[in-house]
């Protein structure tokens, strides 16, 4: 882990070194302003949307990045929907804990 942070970290110095004065405004608020922002959105938007789906009684619901619901069909079994945006794909499990 700390061998992967710090290659990010090198690489970040890399491109701010390459960089004038404009890319690295961008850069800065891209990273530090505009990601945290969306990321807590993001996070308050999940929460409320798991919120709602448990209200019509799911065991979980999200919309992002993938949309998932979970129909707890009992103690040990339930069914999932999941649907990709990015690959356009459906995936239906049904899941059985013994």
């Known amino acids: ?10 690489n970040q110095v890399e491109t701010i070194a390459n960089s004038n ?3 690295i405004a ?3 608020i891209t990273q530090y302003v505009v990601r945290p922002i ?6 308050t938007v999940e929460e409320q949307v ?6 019509i009684g799911l065991a979980d619901l999200q919309v992002y990045p993938t949309f998932d619901a979970v ?3 009992g103690e040990t079994s339930s069914v999932e929907l999941s649907y990709d945006y990015v690959f ?3 995936q239906v499990r049904y899941k059985w804990q013994f």
């Open 1 to 10: 882990i700390i061998s992967l942070l710090g290659n990010s970290f090198v």
């Open 21 to 23: 004065e404009r890319e």
């Open 26 to 28: 961008e850069l800065v």
């Open 38 to 43: 969306i990321k807590d959105i993001l996070f």
């Open 50 to 55: 798991s919120n709602v789906g448990k209200s």
């Open 71 to 73: 129909y707890d069909l």
């Open 88 to 90: 356009n794909e459906v």
